[in-house]
C-alpha cells in the first residue's frame, strides 16, 4: 500500500468512528483557532507519520493539508458560516485550497467543479474529496480562474475565496479580481449568485466598484471582527443587475 493510500485509509477510519474525529497523531500540539463565530473548533497540527501533511479539523470533518496549499483560516469558517446552498444547485468553488468549501457544500449540491492554480492544493483537496467519499459528486481541476472550466459550463452558485489584497491601496491581487468579475458572467446561470469572501474592512469601497463596474451589485454583505486578530471580514453575496 502507497503511504497515500494507508494516509487515507487511516483517515477514513477516523472519520468513521464517530461524528467527532480523533486526531491523528501530530508532531506537535494541536491547539483550537479562535473563532467567533458558530463553527465548532479547529485544531492544527502537522502530522507524526508525515509533516507535509497538516490536519485540521472542522465541524467533525477533517481536512489534510499538504504542503505550501493553504491551511483553512478563520476567513474559511466565516464563509462556511454565510453559505447557503439549496438542494440541486451546481456549484464552482474557485481557490478550493484543501476542497473545504466544496465537501460542505455537498450536501445540497447537484454537482461541484472545485479548481485551484496550485498544485499541493489540488493534491489536497482530491485527498480529501476522497476521504468524504465524493468523488463521483465533486470534480478536481487545476488552473488559473476559468481555465480549467470545459466550453458552456454554468454554476448556479460560485464560491470565491481567493485571496485578496488587504486594503485598497495597488496590489497585483486586485487584477485577478478585476479578471474574475469580467468573466464570470459567461459561467453564471440566470439568476446565479456569487458569495466571495474578501476579509478585509479597508476594502469594501474597491470592491463595490468592481462588482457594480461589471454589471453585478451587493446584495449582502456580512462583517465580523476577530477579536483575537484584531481584523474586520467581509462576505458577500453578489448577482447580476437585472438578473
Ligand atoms: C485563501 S485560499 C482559500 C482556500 C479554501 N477555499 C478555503 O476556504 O479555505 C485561496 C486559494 O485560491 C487559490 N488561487 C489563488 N489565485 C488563483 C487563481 N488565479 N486561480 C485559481 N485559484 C487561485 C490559491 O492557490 C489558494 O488555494
Redo the contacts with the bound molecule.
Sequence with gaps: MTHRLFLVFIAALLTACGSQPRLPELAGEAYQLPYGGPIRSMYWGALKSDPNWFVVEMQSKLFYVYGQ?????V??AY??ENTIINPGEDVW??????G??AIFAASKARHIVA????PD?IKSAEFNVKLHGLQDKIDVRM???FAPLKDGEQFDVV?N???YPENNEDSPLWS?HQRFFEGVGKVLKLGGRILY?SGSIDNMPRIRKLVYDNGYYIVEAHLRHMVVQDKDIVFYLIQRRGA
Excluded: F, M, R, Y
Excluded at 479548481?115 to 496550485?118: F, L, W
Design positions: 496549499a493553504v491551511k483553512p483560516s476567513q474559511s464563509l462556511l468553488d474557485l481557490g478550493t485550497g484543501t473545504i468549501q479548481t485551484d492554480i496550485g492544493a488552473g488559473d480562474l464560491i475565496n481567493i485571496e485577478v469572501q
